[in-house]
């Protein structure tokens, strides 16, 4: 294989002769080829193996070798005459190097931070339950933070759905190498790592969710396909995969994730911000014909657990188990007239309905008491709870008619889908039969449920908690990432902190939206706890959900006016930024976030408008100094005007940056514009700005919404009118800028002179 091993080395500049070994796990049993062959097209770059396993299996891979990277397709076939129980296939990679030493070589995945709350982990330190810092449960949500058995020398094969890949590289060296996965049909990739000597040996292992064994019949053929490439800022936390993503776009198939239904619009849910099961009919209608008239942004009225007669504290989540029951199956006391007349009516308010329904049920429902044996052993995770058999005819036939009578009969058309991926997603042997892999009826059920939802409405994605699988987005329109936030308990903010950022890091919001819980009033924090969720939500544009009863809100709250700020703009998926954030060196979130345009805008590089939307945390127990420079925003140094988004105050900064001393759990978000003497700017605003235009006597606002309109200034203007007509204006000083305040009767054009 001199020819091929010329090739790999050419492309995967970390070594100097990686060993190439595939492999076959049959019952539970290694088996390696016992021939191969080797065809190379030097000017195609393309190289064609040949392997065969004593007349068991024969498999084939395909390479591609680009400059940096190689793509690869496997594919084996059953040669023999009868159905092999085939555990899963590997392949090991020798021989990767780093040039440095080895005891500081190091792999980083997404679950690390998931599993572990830590970011890079040296390849020879020995994982141990006691790295999970914490099991506990969040007990609203049914998710804990470090389940049994995920824990493991295994590197990607927790349930928690992780962006499919991994890096491998040394603490001195910005030298990496990346292996991703570009089909998840079939196989899931996770990883075993160890040092030979001091090089690294990698096995890439295809294996199968929730089977322990795929029944592969005679004559069968399966393929799996991936990415192996080489990364030069693996320093760089956001630049780790960018190679990796950009071969992944042109390999994904249609997304429903990269479309605009969660992209610029809000859903109302009834869960957070302490309502959780407190729900009725005449409530949800008042907050949907509330938010029609205050909230423009927000589209869907989303009806969380609660609709079920038997959804109690005592019996937990219901869902999917509800259809069963028939009309007795909805609580009456909460929607008298059932569940189409509640949908029919939040139509009539111009919001569109969903519904929650969750996957896994309480063993105390009458499904899981009549037909026992449509569920799996789950108790490991779920003792409380059962989880349907997929595998099993009867159990697909239910869980359909299950969606036609929520989406079909009920009417509902977007739907947040809880607690459904266990069986798909567990590495672990689940299913009763083994003709499909958890992956293979992932894309079934997804698939009927799509069949049942409009081609414009929503898919969430619950628990379990996904870290950024963009598979997914083939399917859904947006992803939870983190634990419920709604009750106010600290810990669980400072653990959405560190999992958004790793989810958020790869930028890949393009592909499927993430969802970081929802914004509201959040009742259990402090005002500086608070508003540290808030510019979190704003910052990593991830704000899907909105919550509370609105309607019963003093107007005069002063959170109730800062979320509708927040809220005026949505953006989810935009990429977001780091600076000056070092994740080898701190296993904490970043301190500084930003965005390349202002929060109130889509408008980017505008010279009247802000350049960045800058968001400062300290997550600590201490009072910390935190700061940024223009560099490190990708700003030239210069002379800036930096407008507090919540005080009403800008000041003039420069010599290249700044910095201020924050108290514990405390959050600034700030507006960035360039000092400009010669052309107006706007500096600030709480309705969206569509479009901005002018010269340096006039600014020209297009507004996407009615309401009553503050904003800020850079200079005092001398008149206003809006869609040609003069409008009445109230002009304050706050600091180096104006606030200006008026109320829009409609969307539309502000004209200022000044």
């Known amino acids: 294989m001199n020819e091929f091993s010329e090739l790999m080395r050419s492309c995967l500049e970390n070594s100097n002769a990686i060993t190439f070994k595939p492999y076959a796990i049959v019952s539970g049993k290694k088996i390696t080829p016992d021939r191969h062959a080797e065809r190379v097209n030097l000017k195609k770059r393309l190289i064609h193996l040949t392997f ?32 092999q129980e085939l555990t899963e296939l590997g392949l090991e990679l020798g021989g990767i190097t780093f040039d440095a030493v080895a005891a500081d070589d190091y792999f980083y995945h ?24 914490s099991s506990e449960f969040d007990t609203l949500a049914g998710n804990r933070w470090a389940d049994p058995g995920v824990v493991s020398d295994r590197i990607g094969a927790s349930p928690y759905q992780p962006f499919p890949a991994i890096l491998l590289s040394n603490y001195n060296s910005k030298k990496g190498l990346v292996h991703g996965t570009l089909s998840q049909r ?27 064994h795929l029944d592969f019949k005679a004559g069968a053929v399966l393929k799996d396909t991936w990415y192996l490439g080489t990364v030069d800022r693996a320093d760089d936390l956001q630049a780790i995969f960018a190679r990796y993503a950009a071969v992944l776009r042109k390999k994904l198939p249609p997304m429903y994730g990269s479309t605009d239904i969660n992209r610029h619009s809000l859903v109302w849910g009834s869960w957070n911000d302490g309502i959780f099961r407190d729900i009725t009919q005449e409530k949800m209608l008042k907050t949907a014909e509330f938010l029609a008239e205050n909230f423009p942004m927000v589209k869907w009225m989303q009806v969380d657990d609660g609709y079920a007669a038997l959804a109690t504290s005592e019996n937990g989540a219901h869902g999917l188990g509800m259809p069963y029951e028939g009309d007795a199956g909805v609580a ?7 569940l189409k007349d509640f949908t029919d009516k939040v139509r009539q308010t111009g919001l569109k309905p969903a519904v929650w329904i969750g996957g896994s049920l309480p063993k105390a429902v009458p499904l899981v008491k009549d037909h026992l044996d449509w569920f799996i ?98 399917f859904f329109t947006n992803y939870r990432y983190g634990i419920d936030i709604g009750s106010g308990n600290w810990e669980h903010v400072k653990t959405n902190f560190l999992w ?23 009742p259990g924090l402090t005002d500086t706890e608070a508003m540290l969720c808030i510019n979190y939500c704003l910052i990593s544009r991830s704000m899907v959900e909105i919550a509370g009863w609105l309607y019963n809100e003093p107007q005069d709250n002063p959170r109730f006016n800062i979320l509708k700020k927040t809220v005026c703009c949505p953006n989810n998926g935009q990429n977001v930024y780091f600076a000056g954030h070092h994740y080898r060196e701190t296993d904490d979130a970043p301190a500084v976030w930003y965005l390349k345009s202002p929060h109130f ?81 706007l500096l600030d605003s709480n309705i969206q700005v569509v479009q901005v235009n002018g010269d340096k006597d006039e600014l020209m606002l297009q507004l996407a919404h009615r309401g009553d309109f503050e904003f800020r200034l850079d200079r005092k203007p001398v008149s206003a009118s809006f869609n040609g007509q003069s409008i009445q204006t109230t002009v304050a000083v706050a600091g180096a800028g104006y606030v200006v305040n008026c109320s829009l009767p409609e969307p539309g054009i502000m004209a200022l002179k000044f």
């Open 110 to 133: 997404v679950e690390n931070p998931r599993i572990y709350s830590r970011m890079g982990i040296e390849i020879d330190l020995k994982r141990t339950q006691d790295m999970a810092q």
């Open 377 to 474: 052993d789950y108790s490991y995770r779920t003792p409380d709870r059962r989880v349907l058999d997929v595998s099993k005819p009867e159990v697909r036939e239910y869980m359909c008619r299950a969606f036609d009578y929520f989406l079909n009969e009920s009417g509902f058309c977007g739907v947040k889908h809880d607690f459904w991926s266990y069986v798909f997603e567990d590495s672990h042997a689940l299913l009763a039969y083994k003709d499909c892999s958890g992956y293979q009826w992932r894309d079934w059920w997804l698939k009927e449920i799509r069949k049942r939802i409009p081609a414009d409405g929503y898919l969430q994605t619950g628990c379990d908690i996904v870290m950024a699988n963009p598979f997914l987005g083939e």
């Open 601 to 681: 805008s889509l408008l980017e590089d505008n010279p009247r408008l802000p350049l960045r939307t800058v968001a400062l945390f300290n997550t600590q127990d201490t009072a910390q100094e935190i700061g940024f420079s223009f560099t490190e925003l990708g700003l030239t140094d210069g002379s800036y005007l930096m407008s507090d988004v919540w005080d009403n105050n800008a000041v003039s900064v420069g010599q290249g940056g700044f910095a201020v001393e924050m108290p514990p759990h405390s959050s600034r978000l700030f507006a960035l514009n360039r000092q400009d003497k010669v052309i107006p700017q």
């Open 500 to 522: 958004g950022t790793a989810c958020f890091a790869l930028q890949i919001g393009d592909l499927i939206v993430p969802n970081s819980d929802s914004v509201g009033l959040f």
């Open 52 to 83: 065969e396993y004593d007349a068991l299996f024969k498999e084939d891979f395909f390479i591609s070798i680009g400059e940096e990277e190689l793509t690869a397709e496997r594919s084996i076939r059953n040669l023999s005459s009868r159905t």
């Open 332 to 338: 009456k006391d909460k929607f008298p007239a059932g």
């Open 186 to 212: 079939v196989f899931f990739h996770n990883y075993l790592v160890q040092h030979d000597a001091d090089a690294i040996r990698l096995d890439i292992l295809s294996s199968f969710k929730a089977i322990s």
